[in-house]
């Protein structure tokens, strides 16, 4: 557990009532400036700046790293964290504008959203997508609705289409383990899984890898592209701060002499809310495995992801447990960066 320091460690910028839905709305400068604090936050410890706040956490879907993590880091701030599983001792929600509620969802977001806001300094939020509708799914209504009816800062704590609090904690390991992260030489890989999985972690370690400058190769099934207005912002962002984007469909060419493969499985959006006939295109691809060959392929490469991962499948015994394997600091980290970032924000 930290420890409170006589000289507390302060940031230079503020982002005071921000709200962070992806990392897309802060600069290069006010994302590194959220890291600097979160390293010295984890290296020399912190005072209690949410002394007296509470902050409701929303949770639509299950969790373990972002939950305890996120309740951990509010109460060693000095704050509290208001705990609410919707639908399991809180009410049903209901979204979509105009509709007739006489369906299942007992309250609407714009009241919760509205009353919450009156008792508590943010927000967090978690909403996975419903995998029904690209077109809808795609603007993260959920989350969005909580942006528009509250007046407080509100967390994505992970929609349908971002995860910046990963996004951050995957910087900070990368920062940690290189030093540097510009022009670092990294894969974001495709892998197997027997089920679809959202797109918020690619997306959201896509954007930020660009943000920061890297080298970011994509390696996916060409039935498993992201989002091309997304990668239209990848790129913008990577020109702008000296990085590179390339997408290949061969793993194995896009893992040669890389520094960082990060894994991850996620859905096809071509055949979003159609699991029968994605089913049959994914079963080509079940050999779609970070191994030990494909380590060997890297320069002396580090293994990233962002948990749960399933074993045997997504990633090998061997490469999961090895000293490559960067996927426990990964998930630390996620402590750190969002105290710093709730301290920032508050
Ligand atoms: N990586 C991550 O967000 O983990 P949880 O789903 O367990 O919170």
Redesign the pocket.
Known sequence: MAVSITRRPTPRLTLKGRSILTTGEFTREELSEILDLAIQYKTLGHGRPLRGKSIALVFF???????A?MEIAIHQLGGHAVMLDVGKGTWTLEYREGVVMDGDRSEHLKEAARVLSRYVAAIGV?SFPALRSFEEERKDPILRSFARYSSVPIIN??SAMS?P??ALADVMTIRETFGLVDQRQVVLCWTYHPKPLPMA?PNSFALIAAQFGMNLTIACPPEYELDPELMDMVRAHAHRNGGLVRVLHDRHEACRGTEIIYAKSWGSRHYYGRWEEEQAVRKQYRDWIVDEALMRATHRGYFMH???VRRNVVVTDAVLDSERSLVIQQ?EN?LHVQKALLAMLL
């Open positions: 879907n299950p969790s373990l790293r972002t939950r993590s978690r704590m992970e995860h609090l990963q972690v962002c948990l749960p998930a996620r």
